[in-house]
């Protein structure tokens, strides 16, 4: 895909791409649901999935990150921080150095935010750290601003599925598309399994949570594919049908150049 190399055109674009980030950020803020007694009532249903399974393991790791202030205190600050720019610095490394692929990775996000803000809507859930056998080590480092009526920039009642596990998926699956076998390629996969484990061990979200947001980008990504590959068969088509056109038109003798040959063939 060419994209113009012009300054005003980069600048246009990254503005465009920070807006699309910005946009994802607040739009669960104003859209989700604030129903404090439907979102505990739906994270005590996941709670439930959970223990039926013998997997409700989030209390315990909670308290075990509790127990060390120093785990805590970084794990909620990487929570925080560290989700939005690295989505932020693939899309603008795909911008400048592989724009073929930022097509696929921009449809991809939409889709997958679609799906994640549909869920937050429709499913309103309370993280594992607002219930009461759950260590809350996020209310110690940000105080209110992390509680149910803060006035934080996120919706924290936005639990189902994971944003944070989603924007690491398609970060990672934007950079391994853009890149050649390599061990760089390989790493990248390790990046959102860490994002999953921390947004757990934080008890930030449930692990169905996660798995909920791997679901989502699995959906977009494959829409995104699907409409990628309709695209790319459009274009060779084209290609293909153009030679075969000019060659025809080439090869049919107009009318005023047949027009003389049957006259001198009669004569």
Do not use: C, K
Request: proline residues 7%.
């Amino acid at each position: 895909m060419p994209v113009a190399r012009t300054p005003g055109a980069i600048l246009v674009n990254l503005l465009a791409l920070t807006a699309l980030l910005v946009l994802a950020e607040l739009l669960p803020r104003v859209a989700g649901s604030h129903d404090l007694q439907a979102a505990l009532a739906n994270a005590r249903a996941i709670t439930g999935l959970e223990a039926s399974l013998g997997l409700y393991v989030e209390p315990q790791l909670a308290g075990w990150v509790a127990e060390r202030p120093w785990l805590a205190r970084g794990l909620n600050v990487l929570y925080v921080g560290l989700h939005v720019p690295v989505l932020a610095g693939v899309l603008v490394w795909l911008y400048l150095r592989h724009p073929r692929h930022l097509r696929w990775a921009r449809a991809t996000f939409a889709g997958t935010m679609a799906l994640t803000i549909a869920g937050y809507v429709l499913l309103p859930t309370a993280p594992p750290r607002f219930l009461p056998e759950v260590r809350d080590t996020a209310f110690l480092l940000f105080g209110d601003s992390a509680t149910p009526a803060g006035s934080g920039a996120v919706n924290t009642l936005a639990a189902f599925p994971s944003g944070h596990v989603a924007f690491a998926v398609v970060a990672a699956l934007g950079a391994r598309r853009a890149m050649g076998p390599s061990r760089r390629r390989t790493a990248w996969l390790l990046y959102p399994l860490a994002i999953f484990v921390l947004v757990v061990v934080s008890a930030h979200h449930f692990w169905v949570d996660g798995l909920a947001a791997v679901a989502a980008v699995g959906v977009a990504s494959a829409v995104a594919s699907g409409l990628e590959a309709r695209r790319e068969g459009r274009s060779t088509l084209g290609a293909w049908s153009e030679p075969r056109r000019a060659a025809s038109a080439s090869s049919t003798p107009s009318s005023a150049t047949a027009a003389p040959a049957s006259g001198v063939a009669a004569r």
